[in-house]
Structure formats: structure tokens, C-alpha cells
């Protein structure tokens, strides 16, 4: 199971990593690249030669003849989150199926003292199972942090609380992009990275829902082949 999963990791991240694509011939030029712009809803996959983008004419759709550019913008920030939320999930699952759990690490026994929740109880158990037994004490803080970071998204531009707008930016069209402004290792953030994290982010998607399907159904992942 270890094996799989660290097999999982590496070939999913590599499946939708656009690193080699730069050793084509062809290389990849800044338009297609930009993700401002041009990155379509439905993925970005390079077939060998000229990269072709699947989904194009959709992502064309929803920015021109179904909604704007700022729909577009609201699409991509919610596909942005999404898949790092997937990308957490999928190092959290991991992470409990390698062993390396909090009663390995935390100085502290419990989660829960009031509760009696130790972090080995929860480290015996399937990952589904542990999130189940969490307390409501710790559901209720996991909420808050992410409710606060959606208000920070909410509330400020350009890393500043925004005072003097009469509707808080993240409502205005355009508004929510999945850019917090905080970078503290000052990190170039090209168009190539941007591409990489959307299409990590998909593979994240994709194989957190494997995981947790196999965990919750026994015997529904993989899907039966012919072959």
C-alpha cells in the first residue's frame, strides 16, 4: 500500500507536470503559455509536436458568449483552490498511510484532552475514519481558518484592507482571483509556474477522489479493465 501510494504520488505529479515539454522541438511559446488569457477550463496537455489545449473553445464560451473576462477569472480562482485544497488532502492521506502521523512528531499525546482523542487513536485508524473522529472543537478551528482566509480575499487589494470601496473587491466582477499576495520567500511567479500549479492541482483532484473512493468502497478503484 505504501509502495502505491508513493507510485501514485510521483507518476500523477509527473503525468501533468509541463517540465519536459521544454526538450520538444517545438518549444513552447509565451502565448500559449499565458495563463492570464488563454489557459483553457479543461485542461492543458501537450499531444507531441504543437501543444493542443483540450477545451479551448469552452474556456472561449464562458469568457465571451456565456459570461466575461471576469467570469473567467472567477472560474479559474475556483479551480485554483480547489486543486490546492486537493494538493493538501492528497499530502495529508499520504502522509497518514506512510506512517508519519502527529504521535510521531507532536510532543503533545492528545488532540483532544477534554475529548480524550489521542493522536495514536486517530493514527490506528483508516484516514477517513480520523477525520470522522475529530472533534467538533477541531472542525470548528478548521473552519475558521479557512473562513478566514476567504475574508481576507474578500476584504483586501493588493494586500491592503480595503476601506474606502463601497463593495468589497472580492464581489466586484474580477474580483477573486486566488492571489493572497503572500509570498515570503519572494519567489518569480512566471506563467510556466502558474500552468504547473493549475495542472498539479488537477492531478491532485483526480487522485485525492481515487484514494477516497477506494477507502470508502472497497474494491471500486481501480475500475475493472477488459484486458
Known sequence: MKFSIIATLLTSAAAFAPSKVAQTSTALNSDLLDVKTKVPCFGATPFGGEPVFIGENYWDKFTTEYGSEATGTFIRAAELKHGRSAMLGVLGFAFHKLGLTLNNISPHEYLSVRENVKFADLAAMSPLEAVHNIPADGVAQIFMAIAAVEIYELTHKDGKLAFDESVAPGLQ???????????????????????????????????????????????????PLPW
Open 173 to 223: 466582477p474580477g474580483g477573486l482571483t486566488g492571489d493572497l499576495g503572500w509570498n515570503p520567500l519572494n519567489i518569480r511567479v512566471t506563467d510556466r509556474r502558474r500552468l504547473s500549479e493549475l495542472q498539479n492541482g488537477r492531478a491532485a483532484m483526480f487522485a485525492i477522489s481515487a484514494w477516497v473512493a477506494a477507502e470508502a468502497i472497497p474494491g471500486s478503484f481501480p475500475l
